[in-house]
């Protein structure tokens, strides 16, 4: 029975492919949001059986991507691909379910976001009874077909604290070729860094407004410190009030910002080092994140419809000695 619904569900997702294809679907947000669900469900089904090319094959060759075991982003097809290579039939769960996932489709750019469930399966060490993420999974259309442009995968709150307890922080980093890419310098890059250094610098000023201001009305948002995605301009603005004023920072450094646009819909990914100031006045460390966001031209202005924090390896780390 397993076997014949994984062929029945791949047969429907090559035929809502094959619909995309076609201009029929060009005007459709539901039925491109129905291909993009059946591509993310086909491949993670082959990925908990230890093989990758469910994802090496929808992935475009300016992907990117981050998760936990990871300090910066991993940028390239190529890359990726010698990553999951090195992990090939290692992978193995039972089950997985994907949790009120929501695709935004944004022209020829869809944003699926959910969170993932899958029962890990058993091992000598610390026993985790269910394994808890938030996912981000960013698309594009070229010629046509969808392509996996940008992936951010990250622990829910109660993974976090749970793999902490469990002394299961420190993750091994994979190797993978490093990519120069050029600074953002002009038209849509640069206008899309310029309008997040803006927001990140009334954040380090305890002011939430930067983003606040910026945030359309279906955006989407994760952070580590949230089970779940938060839904919402109102949502997140219940959210971040609150801390009006609680938070404070020296500075940053945004670390090797990218911006992957069509004009219309911008996904910017980058690291980001949070510094504060400590009682004796020397400068600490805040934060080290992963982050993506999307953002969406209203007009003449753009507007942040998705986002996704987490914490890199080495500040996972760290907080598990601290938690």
């Not at 035929?15 to 059946?38: F, Y």
């Not at 890990?120 to 442009?149: M, N, Q, V, Y």
């Not at 942040?304 to 000695?321: D, G, N, R």
Request: charged share 25%.
């Amino acid at each position: 029975m397993d076997k014949l619904l994984r062929v029945f569900r791949a047969t429907v997702t090559l035929l809502l492919l094959a619909g995309c294809a076609g201009e029929n679907l060009s005007g459709d947000p539901e039925a491109v949001a129905r291909a993009i669900m059946d591509m993310e469900w086909a491949a993670l089904d082959r990925w908990r059986q230890g093989d990758p090319d469910g994802f090496l094959e929808i992935i475009a060759d300016d992907y990117t991507y981050f998760d936990p075991s990871l300090d910066e982003r991993v940028d390239g097809r190529e890359a990726i691909s010698g990553i999951y290579e090195a992990i090939r039939g290692q992978v193995s769960f039972p089950s997985f379910e994907l949790i009120d996932p929501r695709v935004q489709v944004e022209g020829d750019v869809a944003v699926l976001t959910f969170n993932f469930t899958s029962s890990p399966p058993d091992s000598a060490g610390p026993k985790i009874d269910l394994d808890r993420w938030h996912a981000t999974e960013i698309f594009r259309r070229r010629d046509g077909g969808w392509r996996l442009i940008s992936t951010h995968w990250s622990f829910t709150r109660s993974l976090l604290l749970e793999l902490a307890e469990a002394g299961q922080l420190a993750l091994e980093t994979p190797v993978f070729p490093a990519l120069d890419r050029a600074p953002p310098s002009a038209g849509v890059p640069r206008q899309i860094v310029d309008l997040e250094r803006a927001a990140l610098d009334r954040w380090g000023a305890g002011d939430p407004g930067g983003y606040l201001d910026i945030i359309a009305e279906d955006y989407t948002y994760f952070d580590p410190s949230q089970e779940k995605r938060i839904d919402g301009l109102m949502a997140m603005t219940d959210y971040l009030e609150p801390i009006r004023g609680q938070v404070q920072t020296s500075r940053y450094e945004m670390i090797d910002p990218y911006v992957q646009t069509d004009g219309n819909t911008a996904v910017l990914t980058f690291n980001l080092r949070l510094y504060g100031v400590a009682e004796a006045g020397t400068e600490n460390l805040g934060g080290h994140w992963h982050s993506t966001e999307v953002y969406r031209r209203a007009g003449s202005e753009w507007r942040l419809i998705s986002t996704h924090w987490s914490f890199t390896k080495s500040w996972l780390e760290q907080l598990a000695v601290s938690i």
